[in-house]
């Protein structure tokens, strides 16, 4: 069975950082591309961004909004995809799914965990 | 960037109801739209990709279609286990993807 579980979300100051975690079983990790997704509080869902398998060179792709913050990363030895999120705001308050690309079609999100919610507020 | 669209914003219907609920991109997305049923508290799920194919598992009342700039959601027969909210997401804008605003689906 596929499972995805974040961790490592909380309350943060803004301008602080925080990385989260998704831990990953019941598939070969390191064949797939995985990706972040956010959902402000009553909001809709936007895409963070993905990281490529290491067959595909293991490298990644964000949205603007978190481009030059955010850096995700993976351990395929662990089956963990982490998102770094450095000089957080107000505004990246949210619930954040990490997600499985389907086999390759990297943006289509077959399996999401639970989520994990970080607030960012002093 | 490509911009969705869905409507509408939220609709409610009876059981049994035909439900349909269409995603418009601002260009050209060829079939690289996916829909997703997310139900309250819960995470997302993905119900239709590539803009017709149901996902394996997924009851086939749910269905799909449509290409370059507009797309159509289909419930067959509403059920009481589908109040949800629905979201487009396009994926053509590699590597960037973005998702429609949703649609709030209730029993009426």
């Known amino acids: 069975e596929v499972q995805l579980v974040e961790s490592g979300g909380g309350l943060v100051q803004p301008g602080r950082s925080l990385r989260l975690s998704c831990t990953a079983s019941?598939?070969?990790?390191?064949?797939?591309?995985m990706s972040w997704v956010r959902q402000a509080p009553g909001k809709g869902l936007e895409w963070v961004g993905f990281?490529?398998?290491?067959?595909?060179?293991?490298?990644?792709e964000y949205a603007a909004s978190v481009k030059g913050r955010f850096t995700i990363s993976r351990d395929d030895s662990k089956s963990i995809a982490y998102l770094q999120m450095n000089s957080l705001k107000t505004e990246d308050t949210a619930v954040y799914y990490c997600?499985?690309?389907?086999?390759?079609?990297?943006?289509?999100?077959?399996?999401w965990g639970q989520g994990t919610l970080v607030t960012v507020s002093s | 960037d490509i911009q969705m669209t869905q409507s509408p914003s939220s609709l409610s219907a009876s059981v049994g109801d035909r439900v349909t609920i269409t995603c418009q991109a601002s260009?050209?997305?060829?079939?690289?739209l996916n829909w997703y049923q997310q139900k309250p508290g819960k995470a997302p799920k993905l119900l239709i990709y590539?803009?017709?194919n149901l996902e394996t598992g997924v009851p086939s009342r749910f269905s799909g279609s449509g290409s370059g700039t507009d797309f159509t959601f289909t419930i067959s027969s509403l059920q009481p286990e589908d109040i949800a909210t629905y979201y487009c997401?396009?994926?053509?804008?590699?590597?960037?993807?973005?998702f429609g605003p949703g649609t709030k689906v209730d029993i009426k």
């Open positions: 997600t499985r690309g389907a086999k390759e079609q990297w943006l289509v999100f077959d399996y």
């Open positions: 019941g598939f070969t990790f390191g064949d797939y591309a």
């Open positions: 990281i490529r398998s290491k067959a595909y060179g293991g490298t990644t």
């Open positions: 260009q050209d997305i060829s079939n690289y």
């Open positions: 590539d803009a017709s």
């Open positions: 997401q396009q994926y053509d804008n590699l590597p960037l993807s973005t």
